[in-house]
């Protein structure tokens, strides 16, 4: 679900956001439009805005774990965790957390990716959102989703900056993006 | 200068929540300073600019080349994204030998901004990192010997 249909229609907050974020046509291989964030933080309200959209959204949800996808789930999660009181969880590609990981395999266009946890950051209970800048097909948020399920977690929702509409989601029920028709 | 030294009550807390692994390659640092960072710009009301490892940043970048124990590598940061006489700073989660932390240093005085401090969380004084950020003053939550 989009931010604009779900309270937030005609919020100006969106729009500046929107406006904030390029498009990097090509990257990283031709034919791929990039939706890239950077611009966004480079421009202190608008990030601020999309934290605290994102931070008015949860923070009355009971939400003890904030799951970041690597690395651009990184610069929005660890914000909104501070904010709602909850803890931050790095989901990084392979061999990048030391120490007992669990991992999770997804699927790539071409091949096989693969996302990893620390074993006993997470309890079992533990109400979870999972982050990430962008969601596409929705490959890696279900990996993430299924690491934080498998240690017994219950993950509320994955809330994304840019949902892509015309690419099919699948198996996914509950991803909030705040931006319409990118 | 470290705030372990100025005894400020919160650093315990921090301290005992680190934990060590041991023989654990470091193969690249760039995402953990994202953890830090933002939170951190979004206070002070600055803007955060991510450096990183090379093909990672779509559009314009330029680079900076650092020395490893074996080898090279590189980071590189978005054109546009720092303006001359910009004050900044610069976060990373650790230093340890202090390549990482002077490649971002060169890259922002490269496009004319005044490099303010460097910040980690950790400091590795045995690696001797601070003595390679050509005089910048480097500030440390925790240090392990």
Not at chain 1, 17 to 30: G, N
Not at chain 1, 101 to 116: M, P
Request: aromatic share 8%; net charge negative; proline share 7%.
């Amino acid at each position: 679900m989009f931010a604009a249909e779900n309270g937030l229609k005609g919020d100006p907050r969106l729009q500046a956001i929107s406006q904030a974020i390029r498009v990097v046509p090509h990257f990283p291989k031709p034919g791929i439009m990039f939706q890239d964030i950077t611009t966004l933080l480079l421009d202190h309200k608008a990030f601020k805005d999309t934290v605290d959209i994102f931070v008015d959204r949860y923070r009355d949800m009971g939400i003890s774990v904030v799951a970041g996808v690597e690395a651009r789930g990184f610069m929005f999660g660890p914000s909104i965790a501070l904010a709602i009181g909850a803890k931050f969880v790095p989901l990084r590609k392979p061999r990048k957390l030391p120490g007992e990981v669990i991992a999770e395999a997804y699927v790539l266009e071409y091949g096989t990716d693969c996302l990893e946890m620390h074993v006993g950051a997470v309890q079992p209970g533990e109400r979870a959102l999972v982050i990430d800048d962008l969601v596409a097909t929705g490959g890696t948020l279900s990996a993430a989703i299924r690491l934080l399920e498998r240690v017994g977690a219950e993950v509320i929702e994955c809330a994304c900056v840019i949902g892509l509409p015309e690419v099919k989601v699948y198996g996914f029920d509950s991803a909030w993006a705040d931006l319409w028709k990118r | 200068m470290s705030a372990y030294r100025d005894e400020d009550p919160r650093i315990q807390g921090i301290k005992t929540k680190i934990r060590v692994v041991p023989n654990f390659p470091k193969p690249g640092i760039e995402a953990r300073g994202f953890i830090f960072g933002p939170p951190i710009a979004l206070a002070i009301g600055a803007k955060f600019v991510p450096l990183r490892k090379p093909r990672k940043l779509p559009g314009e970048v330029i680079s900076e080349e650092y020395i490893l124990e074996y080898g090279r590598d590189c980071l590189e940061m978005h054109v546009g994204a720092v303006e001359p006489g910009e004050r900044a700073l610069v976060v990373d989660d650790l230093i340890a030998t202090g390549g990482t932390l002077c490649a971002a240093m060169n890259l922002l005085e490269r496009v004319g901004a005044e490099v303010v401090e460097c910040a980690c969380l950790i400091e590795l004084p045995g690696l001797q990192g601070r003595g390679r950020l050509n005089g910048k003053p480097l500030y440390v939550l925790v240090e392990y010997q």
